[in-house]
């Protein structure tokens, strides 16, 4: 599926539990996903948005998109909302998984398989330095 270039965000629950959805690519207009704008997609696999201006991923946003596995978000993401990909179960064994370094704040239990953050310092999720230092300083 491919959404038009004048659209900027995919509102709260908009493509809620739309079981045939297998992938999406975004044009590069989108700055936000709302809350839960993916939940439920069990057959969602691969996301991508063109070129990003995408900031802002919202809470629980991809939850339970369980066979997700393919996630491109640009660099420009500058926040990742609470459980935004919890039951993710194939993106959370993803080990190609990178954040952006452009990735200023996380919520939490961002990836259910994830007992905290300090996971993502291990190498199995790249996590930018900048949010390292920051839990450091705590």
């Given at each position: ?11 709260d ?13 975004l044009p590069s207009?989108i700055k936000y996903i709302?809350?839960g ?11 991508v948005?063109?070129n990003?201006?995408?900031e ?5 946003a991809f939850?339970?998109c369980e066979?997700?596995n393919?996630?491109t ?11 935004a990909f919890y039951?993710c179960?194939?993106?959370?064994n993803n080990?190609?998984?990178k954040?952006?370094?452009s ?6 239990n961002?990836i259910?398989?994830?007992d ?6 291990l ?10 230092k920051?839990?450091?300083?705590k």
């Amino acid at each position: 599926s491919s959404l038009g270039d004048t659209i900027v965000g995919i509102a709260d629950y908009a493509f809620y539990g739309c079981l045939k959805l297998v992938e999406i690519s975004l044009p590069s207009t989108i700055k936000y996903i709302c809350e839960g704008a993916f939940s439920g997609n069990k057959s969602l696999f691969k996301f991508v948005v063109d070129n990003s201006s995408l900031e802002r991923i919202g809470d629980r946003a991809f939850y339970a998109c369980e066979i997700l596995n393919i996630f491109t978000p640009g660099a420009k993401l500058k926040h990742i909302g609470s459980e935004a990909f919890y039951a993710c179960k194939a993106l959370s064994n993803n080990e190609l998984m990178k954040i952006p370094d452009s990735v200023e704040s996380i919520g939490s239990n961002v990836i259910s398989s994830l007992d905290d953050i300090d996971y993502w310092a291990l190498g199995h999720i790249h996590r930018p330095q900048k949010l390292m230092k920051k839990e450091n300083r705590k």
